[in-house]
């Protein structure tokens, strides 16, 4: 099955630039979304089909996705940005759907 | 507003069966796919069932195949998730989610969730 992979951890300071990374095999092929979830709380979505966003998602969120990397990149990173970011794919082999999630990335505002 | 409740969860002993409840409103129900998510204590997302808009054609993770099955009630605007013979490793949040529709596969409105704890 279709495999994402994900950095535990990622920190940035306020302000700056964070890029967290989302490594699949040939990933570029594919149509990549990423969720944030904050503690205790379900996952929204931030950036569906590689780099778009839906309505009231800042566009500090965007991403890229090319070769075996897709990135979500947050742009002047705040307090409220902390939280866990999941990459996730559609998958299918023969007539076998699946939906497959990265591992996740603690962003760590310090 | 659109909004996904879900309900049903709680405690069950091993082997156990529970049926998941998710309650849509604000949107045309029966013109989504829809999807069930879990994920266990402190851990990632994990994928579980989906099932298209007329309940014809449904998904399921192959850790759930076999025991958890998946049906929706358009007329009630309700989508269930029937879990059989239930695993400790099953212990999870479980969220209903919507496809969001546009052949992407992404989903675009979450529930807030509801805990499974399958333990003696």
Known sequence: SYVLTQPPS???APGK???????????????????????GQAPVLVVYDDSDRPSGIPER????????????TISRVEAGDEADYYCQ?????????????????????? | EVQLVESGGGLVQPGGSLR???????????????????????KGLVWVSRINSDGS???YADSVKGRFTISRDNAKNTLYLQMNSLRAEDTAVYYCARDRGYGDYAFDIWGQGTMVTVSS
């Open chain 1, 10 to 12: 990622v920190s940035v």
């Open chain 1, 61 to 72: 969120f965007s991403g890229s996705n090319s070769g075996n990397t897709a990135t979500l």
């Open chain 1, 17 to 39: 630039t964070a890029r967290i990374t989302c490594g699949g095999n040939n990933i570029g092929s594919k149509s990549v979304h990423w969720y944030q979830q904050k503690p």
């Open chain 2, 57 to 59: 054609s449904t998904s």
């Open chain 2, 20 to 42: 998941l409840s998710c309650a849509a409103s604000g949107f045309t129900f029966s013109s989504y796919w829809m999807h069930w998510v879990r994920q266990a204590p402190g």
């Open chain 1, 89 to 110: 794919v559609w998958d299918s082999i023969s007539d076998h759907f699946n939906w497959v999630f990265g591992g996740g990335t603690k962003l760590t505002v310090l």
